[in-house]
């Protein structure tokens, strides 16, 4: 596998997903430029260890770029599970789903969402949103401003990530 072939699986999975290069670079912690080359072909030079977390926050393996084990996780319940941990109520699967397809807070789950924004693995991140997409029938992005729409209303410290 080249570096071709890496950055065409990341287009082809970042499109997928709904991400624009910008949000998939500060997910990855990146810059777009790097995200930009990378899926052009162009790029001098990455670490493997970039290459790792960026095929990471994809929900992609290295040999070869593939999603099949990311299909097998149920990433609205680990994400729920995640937001709730600290928590005497908890955030359902089902609560999240429609918090993000619609982008308002569930009553009395604003902790919940607010760590679920500030404090959950990005992979995670990314599978629930990739879920709810699926569920709701409507492509990612639209899931994508549902979040910004939740990181906005609870000022979420990782926003940045999200607007």
């Not at 709730?84 to 807070?105: D, F, H, M």
């Amino acid at each position: 596998m080249n570096i071709y072939e890496v950055g065409n699986a990341v287009r082809v999975r970042r499109l997928s997903l709904g991400l624009t290069q910008l949000r998939l670079a500060k997910l990855a912690g990146l810059s777009r430029q790097t995200v930009q080359q990378l899926e052009a072909g162009t790029i001098a030079d990455l670490s493997f260890g970039r290459v790792v977390n960026l095929l990471g926050v994809l929900g992609l393996s290295f040999a070869p770029p593939a999603i099949k084990a990311r299909e097998k996780k149920r990433g609205l319940w680990m994400a729920a599970k995640n937001a709730s941990v600290s928590y005497r109520g908890e955030l359902t699967s089902e609560q999240l789903q429609q918090a993000l397809a619609s982008g308002q807070v569930p009553a009395n789950h604003t902790s919940q969402l607010l760590h679920f924004l500030d404090e959950t693995p990005l992979q995670v991140v990314v599978m629930a949103v990739e879920e709810t997409a699926h569920l709701e029938a409507v492509p990612p992005a639209r899931i994508w401003g549902g979040v910004a729409q939740l990181a906005r209303q609870l000022d979420s410290t990782r926003s940045d990530l999200w607007l």
